[in-house]
């Protein structure tokens, strides 16, 4: 019985002494970016235009005047070619971008011309890229009128910037 109970206690005490397993758990803490809001569009719009007809967050805002039409909108950086092809309906291949710098975003203009039932309409665009939202403005006009807007269009288009916190859309007297 002796043997008994020292077999059970060498039992006991070699069964302390064997290794555990240790179980660690591990987790990544990832700090989710805070949404990125998009930037206010600044730009002079002449006196005809000075209330949008049309605007919402999906499709931005719509001024028309009697000779053309301009056009504001927010979209999603990233695809260029969908961007204008969303506003265009052309691919981006099929025009000739002109690729600059203002403020700290890239900006990509444009001409267009399509024919249609109301003859040929002529169209000029600008997407101001930050790198998170495409800002777009574009303004057309039928072939007639576009060539006597262009003074108007030029002023828009060298206007159209990334509004401070303060500035919003101005207009014109």
Same mark, same amino acid.
């Given at each position: ?28 803490? #990832?700090?989710?970016? &805070? ?5 206010? +569009? !600044? %730009?002079?719009?002449?006196?005809? *235009?000075?209330?949008? =007809? ?54 990509? #203009?444009?001409?267009? &011309? ?5 003859? +040929? !309409? %002529?169209?000029?665009?600008?997407? *101001?890229?930050?790198? =998170? ?41």
């Amino acid at each position: 019985m002796k043997k008994l109970w020292i077999i059970l206690l060498a039992t006991l005490v070699l069964s302390g002494c064997s290794k555990k397993d240790v179980l660690e758990t591990v987790t990544d803490v #990832q700090d989710t970016p &805070a949404a990125v809001v998009a930037q206010r +569009i !600044q %730009l002079y719009l002449p006196q005809e *235009l000075s209330a949008p =007809v049309l605007q919402n967050e999906e499709s931005g805002a719509l001024y028309l005047c009697e000779d053309y039409a301009v056009s504001t909108q927010v979209l999603e950086s990233g695809d260029l070619n969908k961007t204008i092809r969303s506003v265009t309906g052309m691919e981006k291949d099929s025009l000739q971008i002109i690729e600059t710098k203002k403020q700290d975003s890239a900006c990509y #203009q444009w001409v267009w &011309a399509t024919g249609g039932e109301n003859g +040929i !309409q %002529l169209g000029r665009g600008c997407v *101001l890229d930050d790198g =998170v939202y495409h800002y777009v403005l574009t303004a057309q006009a039928n072939e007639e009128a576009a060539g006597k807007i262009q003074d108007t269009w030029n002023e828009i288009f060298t206007s159209f910037s990334l509004a401070t916190e303060r500035e919003e859309i101005s207009t014109g007297s």
